[in-house]
Each structure stands twice: as structure tokens, then as C-alpha cells.
DNA sequence: TTGACATTCAAACGTTCGTTTGATACAGAC
DNA sequence: GTCTGTATCAAACGAACGTTTGAATGTCAA
């Protein structure tokens, strides 16, 4: 038997160094040599312990981002039992805050939504691990804790299209962060995270800070 | 002097298929070869008229993809002075439509926006083009066309913030069309597109349909 | 100590990549 | 007809790619 701490070592040191680099620059524009030279092995080391590099990406997905997606689920479960009901501004308060400030480091947070939309854009079979085992399970649960809020003519479609709303929101601004930061004029530290937090809330509530006689 | 015709034909076929497969795949899956088969003409011709690669990715977007983003504004301002004001109501509901049903057949549209998704997450020399010529002129001149309808509290800050979202949900909406499918459960058909621009316009103006006593 | 096994490594594999080359075809100017 | 310049073509270039190989290394059971 193979000491495990050596194996392991490599193949997690392969997994976040491939994870970083995919998230970057997408599949295509990463080479093999680029992720053992960041992993610091050799550059058989991803087909003696993946296959090939197609094996290593879907690893990355398996392996690292399915946790991180459950972990934003579990904080967004915490955050709600918090606010101690399921109100809607209670429930997009706590999705929100779980997802743009959340349980993740910033590092993680980009890199999570950065594999996200490459995947939309260019779908692989880690495509099913996004959709089927993350977004539609999670839109499921948000569409029935909201459901008993909306009024009662919306159809499950307009739900679940309110929900996809909200979600396209917290998408775009975590991983368009480039052209938000030059169109905002600044960069995305903490407290415009708060204010972006706070923004997203009160949008999905209540829509564009209208005045009353000019709506 | 040479016919120009023949010349630009096919320039013109060159940008073409480089478009629509740079769309598809992205910059780096895609090779000089499939794009030269595509537009049926000889390896070389790409260094010959555009010098290379690199160059033939950024004459998409001067050539191709400016032009369009041009078309979409001018259909939106069409669309604006057709409703008679400059209602939050009516810049959305133009905006939207400009967007998501607009002047572009669906396939334009799809590869437009797969353009700009693929250069906000890989930003190369055509990012400029995409935020400082299209974007960032577009959200300032609906900046000054919301502004007058905003509560007097909303600072510059949150008044980008809203034109961002409405935005980002445009965005996502177009270029994230499979995972909606598989969500909602059918594909992109025109009826389905009018309730889409409906539904942009509601949220946006309203946000969540609440019932009033659960707000 | 020996043998079996897991892991690492340098080197090479064949393929595909973007780019270059030199020949060829063909237009209009003189 | 000859010359000039443009456009296309098949063929080849060196570089980089993903993958394979076989030897070397280290670890533990027997």
C-alpha cells in the first residue's frame, strides 16, 4: 500500500493548482505542463493519478467545487434560521449574503463563479454536477419557500424566472467584476460588498428605487 | 488594382466564421484551420489579411460585433421615442425589448452576447471595446435618463448598481439560455421571449410579486 | 534482505498548433 | 506582350500540445 499522505499530497496539490488556473484561463488555455509546474510535480503525474486532463477538470468539479456549492447552501441555511422566519426579505437576505460574502474567501469565491460560467459557456459533463446537482435542487427549495409570499396568479414559471433574476444578479457580480469595477469607478472591497449585499435585497423586494408619483 | 470583390469576400467570409466559432468555443478551441475550412478558403488567408490570429479575434469585434452593439442602441432609442416618454417604465420596457427580441435574428443575438461573456471572463485588447465604447456610454445615458425618476437619496453608486442588474439579468438570460431551459423546462421560443421581457420590466420595476402583506 | 507495489521522474512519442514560404493565377497599366 | 501588384494555394516550418514509456526511488510485508 502506497503511503497516503504522499499520494494524496500530489493529487491535492494537482486538484487546487488545475482548479485556479481552469478558473482563470478555461480548459483549453491551460496546458498540463502549466498545472505540474504550479503543482510543482511532474508532468506525469496528472495522467498517472487522473487518466488524462479531461479526467482532472471533471475532478476539479467532484472534488472541490460540489463542496464549496454545499458549504454556500449550509450558510445560507445558518443565515436563515437566524433571521428566525421565511419571509422573503429574510430568504434573499441570507442568499445574498451567503453567496457574495458568505463562507468563502474572496480567492474561492471567484474561482467558484469563474468555473460556474465556463461551464454555462462551454458545457462539459460537469455541466450535469452544476445544474442538475446544484442550481435546480437549490431553485427548487428557494421557489417553495417563496411561493407562499408571491401573489397567488403567478404561475411556477414567473417564480422560478424571479428567482433566475435574483441568481443572474449575484452571478454577474461576482464574476464581472472587471467591467463593474470600471463602470463603478472602484474596486470590490469590503464595504461595497456590504452595499452590494444591501442593493441586491432591496432590488429583488422592492425593484428600482422609484418615487411613488413617478412610477 | 485587385478586384475588390473577390478581396473582401473573403475577408468577409473569414470574419464571419471566425465570429460564430469564436462565439461557440471560445478563443483558444478554436484553431485557424477549422475557421479557414469553415469560411472555405486556404489556411494562409488568415495571415494573409488579418496578419494573424490575435488580429482576426479583434476585427470581429471592430467589424462585426461593434456595429451590431450599435444596431441594438439605435433599436433602442427607436423603441423609446415610440413610447412617447422617458418613463422608468419606458426605458426598461425598450431596453428589454431592444435586447432580448431587438433587431438581431436569435442565432446574432446568441453569438453576440456569447462575444461579450467570453470577453468580460477572458479579457484581451477587445475588452476595452466591449466596456468603454458600448457598455459604460450606454449605462451613463440610461444614468441620465432614470435619474430624474429616482428618490432624491440614491446616490450615483446605487443608481449604476440598478442600470447593472437590470442589465445582468439581459445578460444572463441570453448566454445562459441551457441552464434556463433545463430550469424552466423548455426552450427559447418566441412566446417565451415575450413573457421574458415582461417578467425583465415587472422585476425591475417592482421587484419580487409580493403579496402586500407579506412584504 | 528480498520482493511487491505505489509513486516520481526525464525523455520521448505522435499530433496539432500558428505561421511562413515560394509557386501560381489573374487582374489592370503601359 | 510585358510588367506590377493582389490573392490564393499546397507544402513545410518550428513550437507546443497531451500522452506514453521505462527506469529510478521509496515504502512496507514477508
Redesign the interface.
Known amino acids: 500500500m502506497p503511503p497516503d499522505n504522499k499520494n494524496s499530497m500530489t493529487q491535492d496539490r494537482l486538484l487546487k493548482s488545475a482548479e485556479m488556473l481552469f478558473a482563470q ?5 491551460v496546458s498540463v505542463r502549466e498545472i505540474t509546474n504550479a503543482a510543482k510535480c511532474n508532468l506525469a503525474a496528472v495522467n498517472y493519478h487522473f487518466g488524462n486532463k479531461k479526467t482532472l477538470y471533471l475532478s476539479v468539479f467532484r472534488e472541490r467545487w460540489m463542496p464549496r456549492a454545499q458549504r454556500i447552501r449550509a450558510c445560507f441555511e445558518e443565515n436563515l434560521a437566524g433571521c428566525g422566519d421565511t ?3 429574510s430568504v ?1 437576505q441570507s442568499l445574498a449574503e451567503a453567496l457574495i460574502k458568505g463562507p468563502l474567501t474572496d480567492k474561492e469565491r471567484l474561482c467558484h463563479f ?1 468555473l460556474m ?2 461551464e ?4 462539459t459533463e460537469a ?1 450535469e454536477i ?3 446537482e446544484t ?2 435542487p437549490s ?1 427548487e427549495g428557494l421557489g417553495q419557500l ?1 411561493q ?4 397567488e396568479s ?1 404561475d411556477e ?2 417564480a ?3 428567482i ?2 435574483i ?3 449575484v ?3 461576482n ?2 467584476r ?3 469595477s ?3 469607478g472602484h474596486a470590490y472591497d469590503q464595504p461595497f460588498k456590504d ?2 449585499v444591501q ?2 435585497v ?10 411613488e408619483n ?2
Open positions: 484561463k478555461g480548459y483549453d488555455a419571509s422573503p426579505a434573499i469563474q460560467i465556463r454555462i459557456t462551454n458545457p455541466f452544476v445544474t442538475e442550481m435546480k431553485f417563496l407562499p409570499y408571491l401573489h403567478i414559471e414567473r422560478l424566472l424571479n433566475l433574476s441568481f443572474s444578479m452571478l454577474y457580480f464574476f464581472a472587471l467591467p463593474v470600471k463602470i463603478i452595499r452590494l442593493h441586491i432591496d432590488f429583488s423586494l422592492s425593484g428600482l428605487p422609484v418615487r413617478a412610477k
